[in-house]
């Protein structure tokens, strides 16, 4: 839902609103917030409250020596609105770029080496069954196993099911370990025996409820798209479907900043680490919220919370917040590093021709993936060279965190030569920690998110946004901030 421009807003309530956290979330609150006042002339004031000096959280762009390095996240999906639509209304739409389609398609390492995923492999769902047949990667009994779905009955969903346990039902154990596994533990850095179907990839089971199998639901939907759709292509995840500014994520968020700062009744406060919210009632009968940093403290009618939930539950002060804070605690995060480096392409044995490489658990190595970013997007290394960003850590080897940066980046290399046959040592590498970062949805997510919302029903002005609820990425972040601002904005 869009907020409405607003055209008259003498019998609109003032609002001062505090959002906190600046990264995607909390700006594309802000945005919303700020949008309705520029459009309507309504008066909200604004305040960010963030931690560090700079904007952006889990995005960070650097340049240097003509190589584009995304330290967190590098693209985002297109058929999800969030992204796009934040894109359209700062009037940067233009600035997304797809992915290049000279390279699009994924590798998986079988058995020590990096095999092609096969063509039109998606996710869980084999859309050319041919080129599954043809692949090495699994066994011809797991192939057969895979392939079998198809005549396998559908089982009406009863509630939620953990992704192994879906994908060992409907495809067997192999394509689990071997494709499964590592294509969405690429995205969730999960334990798939942990992991909610229904909070992650609620269109498998409503395939299988649809026409009883995966693939056969899939094969009926190909059919009537047409063959020609060119966001087929590929293999992975929907490759064709992502996009990317073309000064990488880090420019949007300049935008957005250059934006918010430009409008009137917006503060930064930054370098502000919120310690405490709790709430109080005001002289008109309201509830006022009090946001403490150090030793000021500060009121205002409504806040947005766009911490991850574990930290959300630490701020949150008083009785009344119990219930709440003990459901936002109960959500787990993962910690990951990134390793980003920069190479000669003529180092590697390999062609690297590819989005990247995924690595499944039962290969037994100590990295969880490598993007290949200046294959997947245009313009991010100098000709002849290339940026790698390779994924350590996750749910599955939460271990490796305890690792130093210089054992991180000894473990890349080592993974780097013996996949990939690199000859030389990178001429850059950096190391970036994200800790406790990664919501893990785990099986009866959904249920916890619904609590956490009846919760929040009961403290008007208090809006909880951000990765940890309703969605992992990138857009689902935007629009997590953009509802909590419209509900703010209905408060007037
Ligand atoms: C390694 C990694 C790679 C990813 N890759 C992708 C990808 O390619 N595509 C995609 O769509 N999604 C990706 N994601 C997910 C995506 O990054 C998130 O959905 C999104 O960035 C979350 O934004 P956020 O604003 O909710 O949180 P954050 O970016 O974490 O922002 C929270 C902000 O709050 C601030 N803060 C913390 N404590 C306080 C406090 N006490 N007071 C005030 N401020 C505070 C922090 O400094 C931070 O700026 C990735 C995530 C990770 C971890």
Redesign the pocket.
């Known amino acids: 839902m869009t907020a409405e421009p607003v055209n008259s807003d003498s019998d609109k309530r003032h609002l001062r609103v505090a959002v ?9 609150a802000m945005h919303t917030l700020t949008r309705a006042v520029t459009r309507g002339g309504c008066p909200v004031e604004v305040t960010l ?4 000096r ?6 960070r762009t650097e340049e240097a020596d003509g190589f584009l390095m ?1 330290l ?6 297109t058929n999800k609105p969030g ?1 796009v639509r934040l894109c359209e209304e700062l009037g940067y739409a233009q600035q997304l770029i797809p992915t290049d389609s000279r390279f699009r398609r994924s590798l998986v390492l079988s058995r020590g080496r990096p095999q092609p995923v096969p063509d039109g492999f998606m996710l869980m769902v084999p859309e050319k069954p041919w080129s599954l047949v043809a692949s090495p990667v699994l066994s011809v009994a797991g192939r057969l196993r895979l392939l079998g779905e198809y005549f396998l009955p559908g089982r009406a969903p009863a509630g939620d099911e953990s992704l192994a346990s879906f994908v060992r039902r409907r495809f067997g154990r192999e394509a689990l370990d071997r494709l499964v596994q590592p294509l969405v533990g690429g ?1 969730y ?1 999960s334990d798939p025996e942990k992991l909610s179907l229904q909070a992650t990839l609620p269109r498998f089971p409503e395939m299988e409820a649809r026409s009883g199998s995966v693939i056969r639901d899939a094969l009926r939907q190909k059919k009537r798209a047409g063959s020609a759709d060119p966001q087929r292509s590929g293999s992975g995840a929907r490759y064709g479907l ?1 996009a990317a500014p073309r000064r990488g ?1 880090g420019d949007l968020v300049a935008t957005l900043e250059q934006r918010l700062r430009a409008t009137s009744g917006v503060r930064f406060q930054m370098g ?4 405490s919210i709790s709430s109080q009632p005001s002289q008109q009968g309201r509830t006022e919220w009090c946001v403490q ?1 150090g030793d000021k403290k500060q009121v205002f009618d409504a806040v947005v919370l ?3 939930t574990w ?1 959300a539950a ?2 949150l002060q008083g009785p009344q917040f119990n219930d709440l804070r003990q459901h936002l605690r109960a959500i787990e995060y993962a910690s ?3 390793v980003v480096s920069g190479h000669q392409l003529s180092d590697f044995r390999d062609r690297m021709e590819a989005f990247g490489l995924v690595v499944p658990a039962c290969e037994r190595r100590q990295i969880l993936a490598v993007s290949f970013s200046s294959r997947k997007f245009e313009g991010r290394a100098p000709a002849g060279q290339i940026v790698l960003r390779t ?1 350590l850590g996750g749910a599955m080897q939460p271990e490796l965190m305890e690792r130093s940066d210089e054992e991180l980046l000894a473990i890349v290399n080592t993974e780097l030569q013996q996949i990939f046959g690199m000859s030389q040592e990178p001429i850059f590498a950096e190391v ?1 920690r ?1 800790d406790r ?2 919501p893990q949805y785990h099986v009866g997510h959904l249920d916890r998110v619904a609590a956490i919302e009846r919760g929040l029903a009961q403290h008007a002005g208090l809006q909880l ?4 609820y309703r ?7 935007i629009d ?2 953009r509802e909590a601002a419209e509900r703010i904005l209905a408060l007037r």
């Open positions: 906190v956290g600046g990264g995607i979330t909390g700006l594309s409250f963030e931690a560090s700079r904007l952006g959280g889990i995005i995304e967190g996240p590098d693209s985002f999906i992204g995205i850095t992502f994520l502000s680490a919120i310690q940093t766009t911490l991850p930290l630490q701020v990951s590093a990134i994924f970036m994200y970062a990664m946004a951000g990765s940890g969605g992992v990425g990138i857009p689902d972040s997590s901030g």
